[in-house]
């Protein structure tokens, strides 16, 4: 069983950065970032795979950077020039092997999620 705790999460201004966080308790080769809009369907934001292969979802491409540090634990997600739309609760998740990082489906360990507000 994994367990994953993120942090970071605020209320910024449009073109503002925060920088989420994501501790596990043990690794898995693959790790992603997603999130949840009000009244919308959880959607893939970027992935990171073993060999640090990155996927990102069109509407962050440029804007938001995925790391992840072995010797920490903790997975990152560095996210620059924030716009409204990009408001929602993120969740960072994780399993040994998926097909597409960026499909939920695709994931069995999962955090609580943290805020994310951007107001214009």
């Known amino acids: 069983q994994v367990q994953l705790v993120e942090s970071g999460g605020g209320s910024v201004q449009a073109g503002e950065s925060l920088r989420l966080s994501c501790v596990f308790s043990?690794?898995?080769?693959?790790m992603g970032w997603f999130r949840q809009g009000p009244g919308k369907k959880r959607e893939g934001v970027a992935a990171?795979?073993?060999?640090?292969?990155?996927s990102y979802a069109d509407s962050v491409k440029g804007r938001f950077t995925i790391s992840k540090d072995n010797a920490k634990n903790t997975l990152y997600l560095q996210m620059n020039s924030l716009k409204p739309e990009d408001t929602a609760m993120y969740y960072c998740?994780?399993?040994?092997?998926?097909?597409?990082?960026?499909?939920?489906?695709?994931?069995?360990?999962w955090g609580q999620g943290t805020q994310v507000t951007v107001s214009s």
């Open positions: 990171i795979d073993s060999d640090g292969t990155t």
């Open positions: 043990d690794s898995r080769d693959c």
């Open positions: 998740a994780a399993d040994l092997w998926v097909d597409d990082g960026l499909v939920p489906a695709e994931y069995n360990y």
